[in-house]
């Protein structure tokens, strides 16, 4: 079907209802509440893919508990700085949560927040040396200080009873715990954001609504080519920003978009499933988000976690991820995502990509194929009383790392996330995975600093950010007076206040 007739006018498009997106609409609509902002979704509604509760980890990404973020080398170093800028870009977050809720454009924090204590968890000699040497560096840090470490089995049995119920006293164990770890319930914090937006002038959101093209025009402005998949109809939308913050879909968007940018970026997807417990007499005894360490050759998004959950008010375990291979870039998209992602400017990247990541292919290949009684003997690894009755395997979302281009192997494979601007600042794309959703704000002050540079040094704008976000422009992992003054609030205002060990 071809388009025909004038184009719609907006100022901004915001592709992808998931946190990202809602997230730029909330600050750009708070900043200026004059721009005409349209939300486009493929699918029926917000939250539907990598936000929503059962598609994501929900855990407050802080680097309190995840042992990925402060990697370990040959020589036994071990390197916190990821830990403490992923703890720094989180507590932005927890900023503009806060001042959403104290302005009543949220609900009550525990609609989408629960308080859920962080622990690592290891055992044998090497890792409980890693996870005490860990701690020593961590808890140095004023970002860390409340980090508590313990060997003592009576004390871990008062944090993880589960986790250490009928366990051998032949191997040392460790543990370190933060009380005021978060679980965040991110569907629900996306779609409060949505309705939020929703409730304002200047704002529509579009769901089964496909973008088709989107081109450049001569004087900047760009042409985004859309679908009605409910009636067929084809039309566009001229707008002078476009961001393309929709998962796995935005990197053929990206492609499609032809800006220099973005040119050798592929991408590698990757599945995952959960392992769900909801037995109210179990679930009734754990109360933490308990971390552990990778396999050997896994991914870092494949961490073993044992986690209390808060989805739609309903209370549950999970555990995992289980990793597997997909050639799918969405949970709802199509096996042929991968090869159609593939082109004449990113084909040798993802070529050098590929061979260079052999085993790990492999691993996900071997993991997608293992059998339910092996998954149980993994949880069992966290929970030793486990019993197959009581956990049900579930579907988790669909993940697309990043692959760039690299001189020495042709490409390489990244797990964080990434944001490509063009040069002219009209078009972002928010590409990867962890932390994500966790250090959504972060992300997006960035989007705006690097897109709306002459708006974003307005003094209006500056004092904007500042009332919503207070340690805006100043460094909350340098200044601890500014860190603890920040985090008495949000811990206030998100009802996240720590509980007694």
């Known amino acids: 079907m071809r388009w025909r007739g004038l184009a719609e006018q907006a100022d901004v498009v915001l592709v992808g209802a998931g946190t990202m997106s809602a997230t730029l609409g909330v600050l750009l609509r708070s900043l200026d509440p004059s721009l005409n902002i349209m939300m486009v979704e493929s699918l029926d509604g917000p939250a539907r893919e990598s936000s929503d509760g ?28 990821k830990a403490v800028n992923i703890n720094a ?61 313990s060997e003592d089995p009576e004390q871990l049995r008062q944090w993880m009873p589960l ?65 009605d998949t409910h009636t067929d109809r084809v039309y566009r939308v001229r707008t002078r920003f476009v961001f393309l913050g929709a998962g796995g879909a935005a990197l053929p968007l990206l492609h499609k978009s032809g800006i220099p940018e ?22 009734a005894q754990h109360e933490a988000k308990v971390y552990g360490k990778a396999a050997v050759g896994a991914p870092p998004m494949s961490v073993p976690h044992l986690d209390t959950r808060i989805i739609g008010g309903e209370r549950s375990l999970l555990f995992g991820p289980f990793a597997g291979f997909t050639t799918k870039f969405l949970k709802s998209g199509s096996v042929t995502d991968l090869m159609k992602s593939m082109n004449v400017g990113n084909v040798k990247p993802m070529v050098g990509a590929g061979l260079d990541n052999m085993p790990l292919t492999v691993y996900l290949m071997r993991e997608a194929l293992q059998s339910q009684k092996s998954r149980m003997g993994s949880l069992r690894d966290y929970y030793p009383q486990a019993r197959s009755d009581d956990w049900e395997l579930a579907q988790a979302g669909q993940r697309v790392q990043i692959i760039k281009q690299d001189p020495k192997k042709g490409g390489k494979l990244e797990f964080g996330t990434e944001i490509i601007v063009s ?18 704000v972060r992300a997006m002050l960035d989007v705006i600093e690097r897109c709306f540079p002459k708006r974003q040094k307005n003094p209006d704008w500056k004092e904007r950010i500042g009332e919503m976000i207070p340690s805006y422009g100043r460094s909350l992992a340098d200044d601890p007076q500014l860190a603890r003054a920040v985090r008495a609030r949000t811990l206030s205002a998100l009802r996240l206040r720590r509980r007694p060990a």
């Open 163 to 227: 986790v250490m119920a009928e366990r051998s006293a032949d191997t040392p164990v460790a543990a370190t715990r933060v009380p005021y770890g978060a679980d965040v319930d991110f569907g629900a914090l996306t779609r409060h954001l949505v309705q939020y937006l929703d409730g304002q002038d200047h704002f529509e959101l579009r769901t089964h609504t496909k973008v088709r093209d989107l081109k450049q025009r001569d004087n900047g402005t760009w042409s985004v080519e859309l679908e």
């Open 423 to 440: 040069e002219d600042g009209s078009l972002a794309a928010l590409l990867g995975a962890s932390p994500g959703a966790s250090t959504a």
């Open 262 to 283: 973005g040119k050798g970026y592929g991408g590698f997807p990757v599945s995952g499933q959960w392992l769900v417990c909801r037995n109210p007499e179990v679930v």
């Open 54 to 81: 059962w598609n994501n980890a929900g855990t407050g990404h802080a680097g309190y508990c995840e042992l990925n973020y402060t990697p370990q080398d040959q020589d036994g170093n071990i390197d916190i700085s």
């Open 89 to 149: 870009n989180f507590e932005i977050s927890l900023q503009l949560w806060s001042w959403l809720v104290e302005q009543g454009h949220l609900p009550e924090p525990e609609q989408f927040i629960n308080p859920t204590p962080h622990l690592s968890f290891v055992w044998g000699e090497k890792n409980v040396a890693f996870l005490k040497k860990r701690h020593e560096l961590l808890s140095q840090h004023h970002l860390f200080q409340d980090m508590v470490y």
